[in-house]
Structure formats: C-alpha cells, structure tokens
Nanobody, 115 residues
Framework: QVQLVESGGGLVQPGGSLRLSCAASGTIFSVTDMDWYRQAPGKQREYVAR???????NYADSVKGRFTISRDNAKNTVYLQMNSLKPEDTAVYYC?????????WGQGTQVTVSS
C-alpha cells in the first residue's frame, strides 16, 4: 500500500523560508518520480515541482528560483525547500506519486505566509 506523509508546514513571514518533507512507503522509492502540488483557498490544485528518479528537476514558473525540490533515496523522502516566500504561496501543499499507473497523494501540509 502506497502512503505519502507530508510535514514541515507552518506560519512564516514574507521573505522567510520553510522546508517541507514527504515520506513515502509502499513503492521502490529510488525509481519513483515525485511531485509537489499546492491548493490555495478557492483555487484549483496546481503543480509546483517534480523530481524524477534520476534526479532531474522541473518547476512551475511561479516558484522557479525560489523553491528547490530534492530527494534522499536512503530515507524514502522528498523535500521542498521554499525560500523568499510570498503571501501568494499560502496553500496546502501535497506530494504526489504515480505507481503502477495510479496516482497517490498525501494528506497535505498547510503553509501560511503572513505578517
């Protein structure tokens, strides 16, 4: 059974930083591509970043240069380092993977950027 558990969200001031974690189980993590998505109140869920099994990364334009996705295969964990946070980054952040052609999502972690 695939499980994804996010952590690391919280309240941060504009310009601050947070690091999100997503611990995965039930897959062969080292060969699994991992994504981060987010959903702000009243908006659709949107793509944030991806890291493929080989380590290459991709980012949404809105976070490029501020966010960094990384992975630790020994810990079955993917990270999202978020710097220079803005109020518009406020959202519930979810990690996602695809395993045997089925999408799996974590429960999400709230990130609030406010002074």
């Amino acid at each position: 059974q695939v499980q994804l558990v996010e952590s690391g969200g919280g309240l941060v001031q504009p310009g601050g930083s947070l690091r999100l974690s997503c611990a995965a189980s039930g897959t062969i993590f080292s060969v699994t591509d991992m994504d981060w998505y987010r959903q702000a109140p009243g908006k659709q869920r949107e793509y944030v970043a991806r890291i493929i099994s080989g380590g290459s990364t991709n980012y949404a334009d809105s976070v490029k240069g501020r966010f960094t996705i990384s992975r630790d295969n020994a810990k079955n964990t993917v990270y999202l380092q978020m710097n220079s946070l803005k109020p518009e980054d406020t959202a519930v952040y979810y990690c996602k993977t695809n395993w045997f052609r089925r999408n799996y999502w974590g429960q999400g972690t709230q990130v609030t950027v406010s002074s």
